[in-house]
């Protein structure tokens, strides 16, 4: 059984960091891309970061460029998000997902495997 879990949300102040976890099992961790993707109260799910399944290769929002940074172990089947510079626009529920193959696309797809996410609250 494939599941993604995610873990580190919670309510931080602008400016502060959260890191979120994604743990994974059932799947071959390293044959598969992971994604972060995010979604907040009336807005469809979006693209925030992704990594390749070898770790070599990062990809982000424009609207996080700077602030976040993705990372892998596949010796732990763990990505993480580093998240800094936290905003009140960063306020979602931010999910994983993964794909197998080198890499993910930044549409949410329903072939991908998803985690039941994690939540984000930047206050003011």
């Known amino acids: 059984q494939v599941q993604l879990v995610e873990s580190g949300g919670g309510l931080v102040q602008a400016g502060g960091s959260l890191r979120l976890s994604c743990a994974a099992s059932?799947?071959?961790?390293?044959?598969?891309?992971m994604g972060w993707f995010r979604q907040s109260p009336g807005k469809g799910r979006e693209f925030v970061a992704s990594?390749?399944?070898?770790?070599?290769?990062?990809d982000y929002a424009d609207s996080v460029k700077g602030r976040f940074t993705v990372e892998r172990d596949n010796t732990r089947r763990i990505v993480y998000l580093q998240m800094n510079g936290l905003v009140p626009e960063d306020t979602a529920v931010y999910y994983c997902?993964?794909?197998?193959?080198?890499?993910?696309?930044?549409?949410?797809?329903?072939?991908?495997?998803w985690g039941l996410g994690t939540q984000v609250a930047v206050s003011s």
């Open positions: 997902a993964a794909n197998w193959g080198l890499s993910i696309s930044k549409t949410p797809a329903e072939s991908y495997y």
């Open positions: 059932g799947i071959v961790f390293h044959g598969y891309a």
């Open positions: 990594i390749t399944r070898t770790g070599d290769s990062t």
